[in-house]
T-cell receptor, first 115, second 113 residues
Framework: DADVTQTPRNRITKTGKRIMLECSQTKGHDRMYWYRQDPGLGLRLIYYSFDVKDINKGEISDGYSVSRQAQAKFSLSLESAIPNQTALYFC??????????????FGPGTRLTVL | KNQVEQSPQSLIILEGKNCTLQCNYTVSPFSNLRWYKQDTGRGPVSLTIMTFSENTKSNGRYTATLDADTKQSSLHITASQLSDSASYICVVSCEGSQGNLIFGKGTKLSVKP
């Protein structure tokens, strides 16, 4: 969905490096999410935010941190990257005011490789 | 434990044929069930969503069914096209579990000419 953008789209980094993945949305949604997807596994929730002042841990938050700089921006940081954080990372947005079932709209993903 | 299981893991069909993908879940309390389509290298896109009271919903050539008693759902694709080649992900939402969706591992569908 072009309304949700992620940068970078691909990144290769080394163990121990700090890295930030960025997500921006033009949908005007309050809720934003970060997921990771590994081969053979379903998407797993890392962090989510229901508004600018709200940050919540998901299923697998260890080793990650987030920042909600504005309604439209939600960044995911790996303070000290390790190889098992190699994965495909997705940002998503939703707004229960526009969708009673709170459908999530996903960005195109960031492929992260940690060597 | 809340879980979503999908079958088959992968499926190859010829263009123009129909197919059915399965989803079984143990999520409780149930809120809704969604099917997403994920093209290679792209983010998932919502196809259908069903609440407890709905037992079928269509979106073009895609028809989803839900049996809340047996906790099973299926996604039927009619007259498949090459562009249907993708992973199809079943996602179940817990009632009252804000932000927590349970994702299946997906079924990888390949449509061959």
């Amino acid at each position: 969905d072009a309304d949700v953008t992620q940068t970078p789209r691909n990144r290769i980094t080394k163990t121990g490096k700090r890295i930030m993945l960025e997500c921006s949305q033009t949908k005007g949604h309050d809720r934003m999410y970060w997921y990771r997807q590994d081969p053979g596994l379903g998407l797993r929730l890392i962090y989510y935010s229901f508004d600018v002042k709200d940050i919540n841990k998901g299923e697998i938050s260890d080793g990650y941190s987030v920042s909600r700089q504005a309604q439209a921006k939600f960044s995911l940081s790996l303070e000290s990257a390790i190889p098992n954080q190699t994965a495909l990372y997705f940002c998503a947005t939703s707004d229960p005011r526009s969708s009673p079932t709170d459908t999530q709209y996903f960005g195109p993903g960031t492929r992260l490789t940690v060597l | 434990k809340n879980q979503v299981e999908q079958s088959p893991q992968s499926l190859i069909i010829l263009e123009g044929k129909n197919c059915t993908l399965q989803c079984n879940y143990t999520v409780s309390p149930f809120s809704n069930l969604r099917w997403y389509k994920q093209d290679t290298g792209r983010g998932p896109v919502s196809l259908t969503i069903m609440t407890f009271s709905e037992n079928t919903k269509s979106n073009g050539r895609y028809t989803a069914t839900l049996d809340a008693d047996t906790k099973q759902s299926s996604l039927h694709i009619t007259a498949s096209q090459l562009s249907d080649s993708a992973s199809y992900i079943c996602v179940v939402s817990c009632e009252g579990s804000q932000g927590n969706l349970i994702f299946g591992k997906g079924t990888k569908l390949s449509v061959k000419p």
